[in-house]
């Protein structure tokens, strides 16, 4: 099946610097997404990407579809200590037909020193 | 905001037993999705539903589990007759159609004893 590969597995930041994470699969998805997920909730949407090549921002969030479409980044700018959590990629292949399922990155699970 | 809300927030149950997860999921979304996240591993999709019938399912949906729509706001998983393996998160989320973003609930945590 599917697999996303996402990296790095975790992070530790001081508060204040940047952070970059990025996941690649073997298959193109027309949909990428980025969740963060808090201890014992459930994700949240963050960024949702429909067209290869988009760069899209959301506050102290951009993302990009890559141009193949089978990658993505998420950049998190001047972090804050409530940015703390797993955060999640999902593609999904979503196209007239196609699987409307998310499947999954791994997670990368960020610590933010203040 | 509207939000999907699943009951109950922790189950706990013999391994063998019955259990049914609940689910409310957004009013005006007709797409609706179970997905499980075993402990510290990433979110696996099972089953997706739309239209009183189950669009999509993985592998890991087999025979011992089934969802329903009993009325018009309830959705529920129902895990026959429980193993240890099954001990997990339980995500519930719904979307308008099918392209558009897939909305989570907070999740069960299912304890198989």
Redesign the interface.
């Given at each position: 099946g599917q697999q996303l590969n996402q990296s790095p597995q975790s992070m530790f930041i001081q508060e204040g610097e940047d952070v970059s994470m990025n996941c690649t699969s073997s298959s193109i998805f027309n949909?990428w997404?980025w969740?963060k997920q808090d201890p014992?909730?459930?994700?949240?949407?963050l960024i949702?990407l429909y067209k290869a090549g988009e760069l899209t921002s959301n506050g102290r969030l951009t993302a990009q579809f890559g141009i193949t479409r089978k990658d993505s980044f998420l950049n998190i700018s001047a972090s804050i200590p409530s940015d703390v959590g797993i955060y999640?990629c999902?593609g999904q292949l979503?196209t007239q037909g196609g699987?409307?399922?998310?499947?999954?990155?791994?997670?990368m699970k960020l610590t933010v020193n203040p | 905001e509207p939000e999907v809300t699943q009951t109950p927030s922790h189950q706990v149950t013999q391994m063998g037993q019955e259990v049914i997860l609940r689910c409310v999921p957004i009013s005006n979304h007709l797409y609706f999705y179970w997905y499980r996240q075993i402990l510290g591993q990433k979110v696996e999709f099972l089953v997706s539903f739309y239209n009183n019938e189950i669009s999509e399912k993985s592998e890991i949906f087999d025979d011992q589990f089934s969802v329903e729509r009993p009325d018009g706001s309830n959705f529920t998983l129902k895990i026959r007759s429980t193993k240890l393996e099954d001990s997990a998160m339980y995500f519930c989320a719904s979307a308008r159609d099918r392209k558009n973003i897939q909305y989570f609930g907070a999740g069960t945590r299912l304890s198989v004893l």
């Open positions: 949909t997404l969740y014992g909730e459930g994700p949240v949407l949702a999640f999902a979503g699987s409307e399922k998310l499947v999954f990155g791994k997670g | -």
